[in-house]
């Protein structure tokens, strides 16, 4: 039996309805039709889609750098990203180009764990720092004690 829509067969971010306007909107959107790909079990294109993302994620932080190694490389550089998921994510983007190029199919398992990935980076450069500019915003400022010298106490 089919269902339409599909039912999900993951449950998508909660902080999604947060990628929104020029920058992220476009990251959100694709994101959405992972999801939607995933549902389908289309997970071709699931791994076309991440592998989007991704590139476009590193588009937006460090410029279109012309070949793809040289924009993973300046991703890195810019401090994006650590060194392990720098090389986690040069694995991860080879093997979904070969999705694209060399009749690469993943399984759902396959996806998902760079969907993880992506979906960490994701939050962790557009999510989490305005959360924590939030809290940092309502945090009062610490006021420091001048301490009064005591008459056992020598200059």
């Known amino acids: 039996m089919l269902y339409y829509p599909a039912r999900l067969k993951r449950k998508r971010p ?7 306007g020029a920058e992220v909107g476009y990251l959100g959107d694709l994101l ?3 999801y939607d790909a995933l549902a389908a079990d289309a997970t071709m294109l699931a791994a076309m889609g991440v592998r989007a ?3 476009r994620l590193m588009v937006t932080k460090v410029g279109d750098q012309a070949a793809f190694a040289n924009t993973i490389a300046a991703f890195l550089k810019n401090g994006s990203v ?6 986690c994510l040069k694995k991860i983007l080879e093997v979904w180009q070969a ?3 060399r ?3 993943p399984t759902k398992g396959d996806t998902f764990t760079p969907l993880d990935i992506t979906e960490h980076l994701i939050a ?4 989490h720092d305005g959360a ?6 309502r945090v009062l400022p610490r006021v420091r004690v001048q301490k009064i010298p005591e008459e056992n106490d020598k200059p």
């Open 14 to 20: 909660e902080w999604l309805w947060m990628l929104w």
């Open 32 to 34: 959405r039709e992972v």
């Open 53 to 55: 993302m991704l590139e």
């Open 82 to 87: 650590s060194k392990r998921e720098y090389a």
């Open 99 to 101: 999705a694209t190029d």
């Open 103 to 105: 009749a690469f199919r």
């Open 124 to 127: 962790d450069l557009y999510v």
């Open 132 to 137: 924590v500019d939030c809290v940092s915003n």
